[in-house]
T-cell receptor, first 114, second 114 residues
Framework: DGGITQSPKYLFRKEGQNVTLSCEQN?????MYWYRQDPGQGLRLIYY???????QKGDIAEGYSVSREKKESFPLTVTSAQKNPTAFYLC?????????????FGPGTRLTVL | AQSVTQLDSQVPVFEEAPVELRCNYS??????LFWYVQYPNQGLQLLLK??????LVKGINGFEAEFNKSQTSFHLRKPSVHISDTAEYFC????????????FGSGTRLQVQP
């Protein structure tokens, strides 16, 4: 079955640690996105990538980093510089043809800082 | 830039009653419009989308939405809700240029009571 997988489902981080969230898709989509979800605030864009080896900052990129070495994979690293990382993180992907902006979402990773 | 306003943070409704979840958007260019549903601790699932053509869009699970360009609205409706419709609903917009990411509203919690 085609889709997007995220791992782990739950992640706990100590203060000062970097952690990496995995996102993999087998939909052959060119574009991939990372969103952060906080209660009552909807989803906010962290980073996005439209092609391998290229990515762009979204609206709340500070304290995060990404890589796009393969079309299928777009891992997100939450660094110690992110002051309030506790949130639900969602990865999404889409094709880039005009008029096809629908995004497909993974199941999410819930990150908690201890 | 685009923005989305979901006018109700919570909507309580009795089972088998009709429901309308309101969404207004702002954009200087033509947009694509989406409604997603999120069940607790899960990713987002697409309910329906408006790309072009008929302004009345039918989606999954008996939901429909009407695009009103003059009022910049895209309200979601269901004639008879079920307990299983209890979830968070997000309205989102995107455009064909630039980053193509979705801009989300803050969400509406639909609570269906027996």
């Amino acid at each position: 079955d085609g889709g997007i997988t995220q791992s782990p489902k739950y992640l706990f981080r100590k203060e000062g640690q970097n952690v990496t969230l995995s996102c993999e898709q087998n939909l052959n989509h060119d574009a991939m996105y990372w969103y952060r979800q906080d209660p009552g605030q909807g989803l906010r864009l962290i980073y996005y990538s439209q092609i391998v080896n290229d990515f762009q900052k979204g609206d709340i990129a500070e304290g995060y980093s990404v890589s796009r070495e393969k079309k299928e994979s777009f891992p997100l690293t939450v660094t110690s510089a992110q002051k309030n990382p506790t949130a639900f993180y969602l990865c999404a992907s889409s094709i880039l043809d005009r008029g096809h902006n629908e995004q497909f979402f993974g199941p999410g990773t819930r990150l908690t800082v201890l | 830039a685009q923005s989305v306003t979901q006018l109700d943070s919570q909507v309580p409704v009795f089972e088998e009653a009709p429901v309308e979840l309101r969404c207004n958007y702002s954009s200087s260019v033509s947009v694509y419009l989406f409604w997603y549903v999120q069940y607790p601790n899960q990713g987002l699932q697409l309910l329906l989308k408006y790309l072009s053509g008929s302004t009345l869009v039918k989606g999954i699970n008996g939901f429909e939405a009407e695009f009103n360009k003059s009022q910049t609205s895209f309200h979601l409706r269901k004639p008879s809700v079920h307990i299983s419709d209890t979830a968070e609903y997000f309205c989102a917009v995107s455009v064909d240029t630039g980053r193509r990411a979705l801009t989300f509203g803050s969400g509406t919690r639909l609570q269906v009571q027996p």
